[in-house]
């Protein structure tokens, strides 16, 4: 059974970073980044394969986040710059069975239980 568990969460100013991380215990492949806003379904923010040499972003954050892993520390990261009010969400890390990354959340087998990013204006 694959767990994951988020931390590095928080509230910080617009314009302000943040570092997400991930840590999964048991054979993952892909890993991708979700966000949920009260009042909006799970949207996808980034995935990586489990080589990482494969990257993939929403429209809404390419050029401000970026998504890393390290499979030796079973560790994934989201790295999250230039924050901005509309990014405030919980964040959750999933992983899937297979080597590619996706970016519909029902692709997912496993599911972290969220770490929450508040941006304040």
């Known amino acids: 059974q694959v767990q994951l568990v988020e931390s590095g969460g928080g509230l910080v100013q617009a314009g302000g970073s943040l570092r997400l991380s991930c840590a999964f215990s048991?054979?993952?492949?892909?890993v991708g980044w979700f966000r949920q806003a009260p009042g909006k379904e799970r949207e996808f923010v980034a995935a990586?394969?489990?080589?990482?040499?494969?990257?993939y972003y929403a429209d809404s954050v390419k050029g401000r986040f970026t998504i890393s892993r390290d499979n030796a520390k079973n560790m994934a990261w989201l790295e999250m710059n230039s924050l901005k009010p509309e990014d405030t969400a919980v964040y959750y890390c999933?992983?899937?069975?297979?080597?590619?990354?996706?970016?519909?959340?029902?692709?997912?087998?496993?599911w972290g239980q969220g770490t929450q990013v508040a941006v304040s204006s």
């Open positions: 048991g054979r993952t492949f892909a």
């Open positions: 999933a992983a899937r069975r297979l080597a590619t990354p996706m970016q519909n959340p029902s692709d997912y087998n496993y």
């Open positions: 990586i394969s489990w080589t990482g040499s494969s990257t």
